[in-house]
Protein backbone atom coordinates (compact mmCIF):
# COMPACT_ATOMS: atom_id res chain seq x y z
CA UNK A 1 0.00 0.00 0.00
CA UNK A 2 1.11 3.46 -1.05
CA UNK A 3 0.23 6.44 0.87
CA UNK A 4 0.50 9.76 -1.46
CA UNK A 5 0.16 13.52 0.20
CA UNK A 6 -0.43 16.24 -2.06
CA UNK A 7 0.46 19.33 -0.53
CA UNK A 8 -1.74 22.41 -1.13
CA UNK A 9 1.38 24.35 -1.88
CA UNK A 10 1.81 22.23 -5.56
CA UNK A 11 -2.35 21.83 -6.26
CA UNK A 12 -3.17 25.59 -5.31
CA UNK A 13 -1.65 28.79 -5.02
CA UNK A 14 -0.91 28.88 -1.71
CA UNK A 15 -0.26 32.68 -1.22
CA UNK A 16 -3.17 33.18 -2.72
CA UNK A 17 -5.56 35.41 -0.46
CA UNK A 18 -8.86 33.39 -2.03
CA UNK A 19 -9.24 29.79 -3.18
CA UNK A 20 -7.15 29.18 -6.42
CA UNK A 21 -6.61 25.91 -8.24
CA UNK A 22 -3.10 25.01 -9.76
CA UNK A 23 -4.71 23.78 -12.79
CA UNK A 24 -1.45 22.83 -14.38
CA UNK A 25 -0.11 21.17 -11.77
CA UNK A 26 -2.78 19.17 -10.95
CA UNK A 27 -3.81 17.92 -14.02
CA UNK A 28 0.08 16.79 -14.67
CA UNK A 29 0.06 14.97 -11.29
CA UNK A 30 -2.79 13.06 -11.96
CA UNK A 31 -1.63 12.01 -15.43
CA UNK A 32 1.56 11.01 -13.41
CA UNK A 33 -0.53 9.00 -10.98
CA UNK A 34 -2.05 7.12 -13.54
CA UNK A 35 0.88 6.42 -15.47
CA UNK A 36 2.84 5.12 -12.89
CA UNK A 37 -0.28 2.46 -12.15
CA UNK A 38 -0.37 1.08 -15.32
CA UNK A 39 0.62 -1.96 -13.94
CA UNK A 40 -0.43 -1.67 -10.49
CA UNK A 41 -3.82 -2.24 -9.04
CA UNK A 42 -5.61 0.34 -7.44
CA UNK A 43 -6.96 -0.42 -4.60
CA UNK A 44 -3.34 -0.01 -3.06
CA UNK A 45 -3.37 3.65 -3.00
CA UNK A 46 -5.03 6.47 -0.65
CA UNK A 47 -4.04 9.90 -1.47
CA UNK A 48 -4.49 12.52 0.82
CA UNK A 49 -4.51 16.27 -0.24
CA UNK A 50 -3.66 19.50 1.83
CA UNK A 51 -5.86 22.53 1.53
CA UNK A 52 -3.84 25.11 0.14
CA UNK A 53 -5.62 28.71 -0.10
CA UNK A 54 -9.03 27.21 0.03
CA UNK A 55 -8.31 26.58 3.54
CA UNK A 56 -5.91 28.12 5.27
CA UNK A 57 -7.12 31.37 4.79
CA UNK A 58 -10.57 30.77 5.82
CA UNK A 59 -9.23 28.75 8.86
CA UNK A 60 -6.90 31.97 10.09
CA UNK A 61 -9.84 34.36 9.32
CA UNK A 62 -12.31 32.68 12.05
CA UNK A 63 -9.44 30.89 14.15
CA UNK A 64 -10.49 27.95 13.76
CA UNK A 65 -8.89 25.81 16.68
CA UNK A 66 -8.59 28.72 19.45
CA UNK A 67 -10.63 29.14 22.50
CA UNK A 68 -14.26 30.09 22.65
CA UNK A 69 -14.83 32.50 24.93
CA UNK A 70 -18.58 33.41 24.34
CA UNK A 71 -21.62 32.74 22.76
CA UNK A 72 -20.84 35.16 20.36
CA UNK A 73 -17.36 34.03 19.21
CA UNK A 74 -18.67 30.13 19.26
CA UNK A 75 -21.51 31.57 16.47
CA UNK A 76 -18.31 33.05 14.66
CA UNK A 77 -16.30 29.92 14.49
CA UNK A 78 -19.20 27.84 13.58
CA UNK A 79 -19.96 30.04 10.17
CA UNK A 80 -16.20 29.58 9.50
CA UNK A 81 -16.27 26.35 10.04
CA UNK A 82 -19.15 25.99 7.89
CA UNK A 83 -17.03 28.17 5.50
CA UNK A 84 -13.63 26.51 5.64
CA UNK A 85 -15.72 22.76 5.52
CA UNK A 86 -17.25 23.74 2.10
CA UNK A 87 -13.89 25.79 0.94
CA UNK A 88 -11.42 22.27 1.49
CA UNK A 89 -14.58 20.35 -0.13
CA UNK A 90 -14.63 22.12 -3.21
CA UNK A 91 -10.89 21.72 -3.58
CA UNK A 92 -11.39 17.85 -2.74
CA UNK A 93 -14.20 17.81 -5.76
CA UNK A 94 -11.85 19.73 -8.37
CA UNK A 95 -9.05 16.96 -7.25
CA UNK A 96 -10.97 13.83 -7.61
CA UNK A 97 -12.26 15.40 -11.26
CA UNK A 98 -8.81 15.49 -12.30
CA UNK A 99 -7.79 12.09 -11.28
CA UNK A 100 -11.25 10.45 -12.86
CA UNK A 101 -10.29 12.08 -16.26
CA UNK A 102 -7.59 9.96 -16.24
CA UNK A 103 -8.93 6.80 -15.43
CA UNK A 104 -8.22 6.84 -11.63
CA UNK A 105 -11.24 5.49 -9.52
CA UNK A 106 -10.68 8.45 -7.00
CA UNK A 107 -13.82 8.13 -4.16
CA UNK A 108 -14.03 11.31 -1.74
CA UNK A 109 -13.48 10.37 2.19
CA UNK A 110 -14.71 13.75 3.67
CA UNK A 111 -12.89 13.74 6.86
CA UNK A 112 -15.35 16.14 9.16
CA UNK A 113 -18.25 13.53 8.81
CA UNK A 114 -16.21 10.49 9.85
CA UNK A 115 -13.30 12.00 12.54
CA UNK A 116 -13.29 13.76 15.75
CA UNK A 117 -9.91 15.07 17.24
CA UNK A 118 -9.41 15.46 21.35
CA UNK A 119 -7.30 18.83 21.78
CA UNK A 120 -6.44 18.80 18.01
CA UNK A 121 -5.41 15.22 17.69
CA UNK A 122 -7.11 12.47 16.42
CA UNK A 123 -9.08 10.24 18.68
CA UNK A 124 -11.78 8.91 16.33
CA UNK A 125 -11.74 7.66 13.32
CA UNK A 126 -12.90 4.31 11.71
CA UNK A 127 -11.23 3.11 8.67
CA UNK A 128 -13.39 0.25 8.00
CA UNK A 129 -14.98 2.14 5.11
CA UNK A 130 -11.48 2.98 3.99
CA UNK A 131 -10.23 -0.46 3.82
CA UNK A 132 -13.56 -1.66 2.28
CA UNK A 133 -13.23 1.13 -0.43
CA UNK A 134 -9.31 -0.42 -0.90
CA UNK A 135 -10.26 -3.87 -1.30
CA UNK A 136 -13.19 -2.86 -4.06
CA UNK A 137 -10.34 -1.23 -5.91
CA UNK A 138 -10.86 2.32 -5.15
CA UNK A 139 -8.57 5.36 -4.57
CA UNK A 140 -9.85 6.90 -1.64
CA UNK A 141 -9.19 10.42 -1.61
CA UNK A 142 -8.60 12.15 1.60
CA UNK A 143 -7.99 15.90 2.86
CA UNK A 144 -6.87 18.61 5.24
CA UNK A 145 -10.31 19.67 6.79
CA UNK A 146 -12.25 21.21 9.75
CA UNK A 147 -13.30 18.46 12.82
CA UNK A 148 -15.41 18.81 16.12
CA UNK A 149 -13.27 18.89 18.98
CA UNK A 150 -13.99 16.62 21.71
CA UNK A 151 -12.48 19.54 24.08
CA UNK A 152 -15.18 21.69 25.62
CA UNK A 153 -12.70 24.78 25.33
CA UNK A 154 -12.33 24.81 21.05
CA UNK A 155 -14.79 23.05 20.41
CA UNK A 156 -13.15 22.72 16.79
CA UNK A 157 -10.13 21.56 14.81
CA UNK A 158 -8.32 22.13 12.03
CA UNK A 159 -6.90 18.71 10.92
CA UNK A 160 -4.11 18.57 8.39
CA UNK A 161 -3.51 16.14 5.59
CA UNK A 162 -0.36 15.71 7.55
CA UNK A 163 -2.27 13.87 10.68
CA UNK A 164 -3.98 12.14 8.47
CA UNK A 165 -1.55 10.70 7.19
CA UNK A 166 0.18 10.13 10.57
CA UNK A 167 -2.92 8.56 11.76
CA UNK A 168 -3.34 6.18 8.41
CA UNK A 169 0.46 5.17 8.76
CA UNK A 170 0.07 4.35 12.06
CA UNK A 171 -2.87 2.13 11.41
CA UNK A 172 -2.29 1.32 7.68
CA UNK A 173 0.81 0.18 8.33
CA UNK A 174 1.67 1.38 4.21
CA UNK A 175 4.57 0.44 2.26
CA UNK A 176 5.24 4.13 1.49
CA UNK A 177 4.50 7.13 2.64
CA UNK A 178 5.11 9.59 -0.27
CA UNK A 179 4.32 13.61 0.33
CA UNK A 180 4.60 16.07 -2.71
CA UNK A 181 5.54 19.55 -1.52
CA UNK A 182 6.71 22.89 -3.58
CA UNK A 183 10.50 21.80 -2.55
CA UNK A 184 13.03 19.09 -3.34
CA UNK A 185 12.85 17.98 0.12
CA UNK A 186 13.73 19.41 3.54
CA UNK A 187 16.63 21.26 3.95
CA UNK A 188 18.72 22.34 7.09
CA UNK A 189 16.90 26.29 6.67
CA UNK A 190 14.38 27.29 4.54
CA UNK A 191 14.96 26.81 0.62
CA UNK A 192 13.21 29.81 0.20
CA UNK A 193 14.80 32.04 2.44
CA UNK A 194 18.49 30.26 1.79
CA UNK A 195 19.56 29.58 -1.44
CA UNK A 196 23.03 27.40 -2.68
CA UNK A 197 21.39 24.17 -0.40
CA UNK A 198 20.75 20.79 -1.07
CA UNK A 199 17.82 18.90 0.95
CA UNK A 200 18.84 16.76 3.36
CA UNK A 201 18.81 13.04 2.07
CA UNK A 202 17.69 11.56 5.55
CA UNK A 203 16.44 12.89 8.39
CA UNK A 204 15.68 11.07 11.80
CA UNK A 205 14.74 13.80 14.25
CA UNK A 206 14.28 18.04 14.42
CA UNK A 207 17.97 18.39 15.37
CA UNK A 208 19.00 17.17 11.79
CA UNK A 209 17.80 20.83 11.07
CA UNK A 210 18.63 24.46 11.59
CA UNK A 211 14.89 25.75 11.10
CA UNK A 212 11.52 24.73 9.84
CA UNK A 213 8.95 27.64 9.67
CA UNK A 214 6.03 27.02 7.18
CA UNK A 215 5.49 28.80 3.73
CA UNK A 216 5.71 32.51 4.14
CA UNK A 217 2.04 32.91 4.01
CA UNK A 218 -0.71 31.58 6.24
CA UNK A 219 -0.18 28.21 7.17
CA UNK A 220 -2.27 27.46 10.32
CA UNK A 221 -0.83 23.61 10.47
CA UNK A 222 2.75 24.49 11.24
CA UNK A 223 4.29 24.07 7.91
CA UNK A 224 7.61 21.99 7.10
CA UNK A 225 8.15 21.64 10.74
CA UNK A 226 5.05 20.56 11.45
CA UNK A 227 4.82 17.65 8.99
CA UNK A 228 8.48 16.54 10.13
CA UNK A 229 7.31 15.80 13.60
CA UNK A 230 4.09 13.66 11.94
CA UNK A 231 6.48 12.30 9.56
CA UNK A 232 9.24 11.37 12.57
CA UNK A 233 6.55 9.44 14.79
CA UNK A 234 5.64 7.45 12.02
CA UNK A 235 9.63 6.64 11.54
CA UNK A 236 9.47 5.78 15.21
CA UNK A 237 7.05 2.75 14.36
CA UNK A 238 8.83 1.57 11.36
CA UNK A 239 7.01 3.38 8.54
CA UNK A 240 9.39 5.77 6.46
CA UNK A 241 8.28 8.67 4.51
CA UNK A 242 9.81 10.56 1.74
CA UNK A 243 9.31 14.29 0.83
CA UNK A 244 9.91 15.26 -2.81
CA UNK A 245 8.60 18.31 -4.88
CA UNK A 246 5.79 17.44 -6.82
CA UNK A 247 6.25 20.58 -9.18
CA UNK A 248 9.18 19.37 -10.87
CA UNK A 249 7.60 16.95 -13.66
CA UNK A 250 8.01 12.91 -13.11
CA UNK A 251 9.51 13.02 -9.43
CA UNK A 252 5.76 11.54 -8.20
CA UNK A 253 5.82 9.19 -11.14
CA UNK A 254 9.04 8.22 -10.69
CA UNK A 255 8.62 7.34 -6.06
CA UNK A 256 5.46 5.91 -7.16
CA UNK A 257 7.19 3.16 -9.59
CA UNK A 258 9.36 2.45 -6.64
CA UNK A 259 12.56 4.67 -7.19
CA UNK A 260 13.82 5.90 -3.35
CA UNK A 261 15.43 8.79 -2.15
CA UNK A 262 14.66 11.68 -4.99
CA UNK A 263 14.21 13.87 -1.57
CA UNK A 264 14.01 13.53 1.71
CA UNK A 265 13.41 10.27 3.52
CA UNK A 266 12.67 10.19 7.22
CA UNK A 267 13.90 7.45 8.84
CA UNK A 268 15.17 6.17 12.17
P1 LIG B 1 2.57 21.67 1.75
O1 LIG B 1 1.58 22.75 1.46
O2 LIG B 1 3.22 21.14 0.51
O3 LIG B 1 2.01 20.59 2.62
P2 LIG B 1 3.96 23.49 3.58
O4 LIG B 1 3.64 24.79 2.92
O5 LIG B 1 3.24 23.15 4.81
O6 LIG B 1 3.79 22.29 2.52
O7 LIG B 1 5.51 23.37 3.84
C1 LIG B 1 6.39 23.52 2.75
C2 LIG B 1 7.13 24.81 2.90
O8 LIG B 1 7.93 24.76 4.07
C3 LIG B 1 8.10 25.07 1.77
O9 LIG B 1 7.48 25.80 0.74
C4 LIG B 1 9.24 25.86 2.44
O10 LIG B 1 9.23 27.22 2.07
C5 LIG B 1 8.93 25.76 3.93
N1 LIG B 1 10.07 25.36 4.74
C6 LIG B 1 10.42 25.93 5.93
N2 LIG B 1 11.52 25.40 6.44
C7 LIG B 1 11.93 24.44 5.57
C8 LIG B 1 13.03 23.52 5.53
N3 LIG B 1 13.95 23.48 6.51
N4 LIG B 1 13.14 22.67 4.47
C9 LIG B 1 12.21 22.70 3.47
N5 LIG B 1 11.15 23.56 3.45
C10 LIG B 1 11.00 24.42 4.48
C1 LIG C 1 -4.99 22.26 6.28
O1 LIG C 1 -4.49 21.10 5.70
C2 LIG C 1 -6.50 22.15 6.48
C3 LIG C 1 -7.19 23.43 6.61
C4 LIG C 1 -6.61 24.59 6.62
C5 LIG C 1 -8.65 23.41 6.73
P1 LIG C 1 -2.93 20.98 5.36
O2 LIG C 1 -2.14 21.59 6.47
O3 LIG C 1 -2.66 19.55 5.08
O4 LIG C 1 -2.77 21.84 4.04
P2 LIG C 1 -1.46 22.28 3.28
O5 LIG C 1 -0.90 21.10 2.58
O6 LIG C 1 -0.48 22.82 4.33
O7 LIG C 1 -1.93 23.34 2.34
Do not use: W
Not at 35 to 41: D, Q
Not at 62 to 81: L, V
Not at 236 to 258: D, H, Q, T, W
Amino acid sequence: MIILKLGGSVITRKDSATPALDNENLNRIAKEISESSKNAKYGELIVVHGAGSFGHPYAKKYDIGSSIPDEEEFQRKRKGFCITQEAVKNLNSAVCQHLRQYGIPAVSVQPSSFVRTKNKRICHADLDLIKKYLDSGFVPVLYGDVVLDDDEAIKMAVLSGDQIINYLGKNLKPDRVILGSDVNGIYRKDPKKYSNEEPVKIVTSHEDLESTEGTQTVDVTGGMGGKLTELLQLAEIGVESEILNAGSPNLIKRALMGERGIGTRIKL
